[in-house]
């Protein structure tokens, strides 16, 4: 930045003078960002040039090298600071202290006393972006801290499900219990839906699926933890650990801070041992969070909102809403039936597993190890007297049949079904045996979701995006113009990723009595797509553009979700 843009307003001796006199927990940097009617990120310059210190926003962040030999993590953390190397061009390694706040003269005197057999120069960065750093860091550093423990055997002794917390997870004597608690609790608190296990030739790694991505969070640098683990994991869901070569599904449950947390568990062998993955279903769904649950609440554009409310008002019928696993099919036909429960009709769910609770909703969870699969429940279900009924997933012909011909019988039926878009779930029933009249006499309408990654609103900022980014995610010049490219840089709020938060996208297909004459007679895919349009219809790609262009999200992040037209 050239200093013409920091003409007015001037960081003086006076302001930092009256900063100095400031007492209590509040930043003096912030107090005088807020005195130069400045954010921090816009104050920064000014400091830096006042102090004479460079300047490094997060992507500078993130090329150093921290060493937490020198200064550990802890401190780093406590004092909000860094120490790292930073390779220069010439191929020779600097080491930096970056401050995030010049006028700590304590913290400066104690950096100087730990590194004074060190030449090292000091640069600037804001609290928010060094914590994101640091935030980072935290989870390698954990799994370091684990791994570096004398390993114990496993006794195989089952143990009582108790509560996790910080304070049993540190008195827990066992590395591989203290291992695997830690990473529930983490999960929990970093909000994750799943948790992977992969083992590895060297050891394992562990991921959480954040906002739909699985982001590495631990390296385990020993099979030997790794299997103890995975046997650890068994224990707990009462599988068989001494069978490695076939899958074992099961489930456990713990209590994280007062709350039942259930986990759906997967084991599933591989070439150097098991992989284990984890379904985080948190009990807190139950509390009443998700009683006044509504179509608005979940992000929809007004025309889908419209379509679906318009679609579960009809007495009789089939809505299907189809996306891929942890799209969030399950709770829009939830927000759907909270709507429209009045208390009036019967409703009946059938689910595996039940997600949330619905009050004044009849809701039966699939056990098929006692027989109770989605064909055995929905036919005992029809014996029950329902108004209303959701089956979690169709998954076979005798559920699609048994589903449909309910749908044909005068009840009202919302349902899943797997398929990329509404016009391939023609094709899906076709597959699984289903009459294409009964199908679409029955159909009230189709609607195909996504969950799309916003940009996090605390760090992103206008870009630049390259022409031929665009041109590779098919949009027409044409729609450029008036475009407001926004990324995430990456902050503390946004874990570093510089996307906090999802918004679900979907296309519908309203079944009218052309649409149905047309699937009846098999028309072509190209003749149906033609005749939707016609008619308004909107596909999850363009909808997925519209909020590129509009600075919500990225064209990386549509990519990744939806294919190019």
Same mark, same amino acid.
């Given at each position: =930045?050239?200093?013409?843009?920091?003409?007015?307003?001037?960081?003086?001796?006076?302001?930092?003078?009256?900063?100095?006199?400031?007492?209590?927990?509040?930043?003096? =940097?912030?107090?005088?960002?807020?005195?130069?009617? #400045?954010?921090?990120?816009?104050? #920064?310059?000014?400091?830096?040039?006042?102090?004479?210190?460079?300047?490094?926003?997060?992507?500078?962040?993130?090329?150093?090298?921290?060493?937490?030999?020198?200064?550990?993590?802890?401190?780093?953390?406590?004092?909000?600071c860094l120490v790292g190397t930073l390779l220069q061009a010439d191929g020779e390694s600097e080491l930096l202290v970056v401050l995030t706040d010049p006028l700590d003269t304590r913290l400066r005197q104690w950096l100087?006393?730990?590194?004074?057999?060190?030449?090292?120069?000091?640069?600037?960065?804001?609290?928010?972006?060094?914590?994101?750093?640091?935030?980072?860091e935290e989870r390698s550093i954990k799994a370091m801290d684990a791994v570096q423990l004398q390993t114990e055997h496993n006794s195989g002794a089952k143990e009582e499900s108790s509560a996790i917390s910080i304070s049993r997870i540190d008195a827990t004597q066992s590395p591989v219990v203290r291992l695997v608690d830690s990473t529930l609790y983490d999960a929990l608190r970093s909000g994750a839906s799943d948790i992977h296990m992969e083992t590895h030739p060297g050891g394992m790694l562990i991921k959480y699926r954040l906002d739909g991505v699985l982001e590495v969070v631990k390296q385990i640098d020993s099979m030997e933890i790794a299997h103890q683990a995975i046997s650890r994991i068994k224990v707990v869901s009462e599988l068989d650990i001494a069978e490695r070569r076939i899958p074992q599904d099961g489930r456990f449950q713990v209590v994280i801070n007062d709350r039942d947390?259930?986990?759906?568990?997967?084991?599933?062998?591989?070439?150097?041992?098991?992989?284990?993955?984890?379904?985080?279903?948190?009990r807190k769904h139950l509390t009443g969070q998700f009683?006044?649950?509504?179509?608005?609440?979940?992000?929809?554009?007004?025309?889908?909102?419209?379509?679906?409310?318009?679609?579960?008002?009809?007495?009789?019928?089939?809505? #299907?809403?189809?996306?891929?696993?942890?799209?969030?099919k399950t709770t829009t036909l939830y927000a759907a039936i909270s709507e429209i429960n009045s208390g009036l009709d019967k409703i009946i769910t059938i689910e595996d597993p039940i997600e949330y609770q619905l009050p004044g909703v009849l809701q039966i969870p699939v056990n098929e190890k006692k027989g109770l699969t989605f064909v055995r429940g929905l036919r005992s279900i029809l014996r029950h007297d329902p108004d209303k009924i959701m089956v979690g997933e169709i998954r076979d012909a005798e559920t699609a049949h048994i589903a449909v011909q309910a749908a044909l019988t005068?009840?009202?039926?919302?349902?899943?079904?797997?398929?990329?878009?509404?016009?391939?779930?023609?094709?899906?029933?076709?597959?699984?045996?289903?009459?294409?009249?009964?199908?679409?006499?029955?159909?009230?309408?189709?609607?195909?979701?996504? #969950?799309?990654?916003?940009?996090?609103?605390?760090?992103?900022?206008?870009?630049?995006?390259?022409?031929?980014l665009?041109?590779?995610?098919?949009?027409?010049?044409?729609?450029?113009?008036?475009?407001?490219w926004r990324r995430g840089l990456g902050c503390a709020h946004c874990r570093g990723t510089g996307y906090k938060g999802r918004r679900a996208i979907a296309e519908t297909l309203p079944i009218s009595d052309i649409m149905r004459e047309q699937l009846v007679q098999r028309t072509s895919l190209a003749q149906i797509r033609q005749s939707a349009r016609a008619n308004g219809f909107t596909s999850l790609r363009e909808a997925a553009v519209a909020l590129a262009l509009g600075g919500e999200t990225t064209l990386e992040e549509i990519n990744r979700v939806t294919p190019v037209e």
């Open positions: =930045m050239n200093t013409a843009t920091l003409a007015t307003p001037q960081l003086n001796a006076d302001l930092v003078q009256e900063a100095l006199q400031q007492l209590g927990q509040r930043s003096r =940097m912030n107090w005088m960002a807020e005195r130069m009617a #400045l954010s921090e990120a816009d104050f #920064l310059p000014y400091a830096g040039q006042y102090f004479g210190m460079e300047v490094l926003d997060m992507t500078a962040l993130r090329s150093l090298n921290p060493d937490f030999g020198l200064v550990s993590f802890g401190d780093c953390q406590r004092r909000t100087e006393s730990r590194l004074r057999n060190h030449s090292a120069r000091e640069a600037l960065a804001s609290a928010a972006d060094v914590q994101a750093l640091l935030v980072a947390i259930d986990f759906r568990v997967s084991i599933m062998p591989n070439l150097f041992g098991e992989n284990a993955v984890l379904r985080v279903l948190d009683h006044a649950l509504t179509l608005n609440t979940l992000g929809f554009a007004a025309p889908v909102l419209e379509f679906i409310r318009e679609a579960s008002q009809i007495p009789y019928g089939l809505l #299907l809403v189809t996306g891929p696993t942890g799209s969030g005068g009840h009202q039926v919302f349902t899943t079904v797997h398929a990329n878009n509404v016009f391939d779930v023609i094709g899906r029933f076709a597959n699984m045996g289903v009459d294409s009249y009964s199908l679409v006499a029955a159909l009230n309408g189709i609607v195909a979701q996504r #969950l799309l990654r916003m940009n996090c609103t605390q760090c992103a900022t206008s870009c630049e995006v390259a022409v031929e665009v041109r590779r995610s098919g949009i027409a010049p044409e729609r450029v113009i008036g475009a407001v």
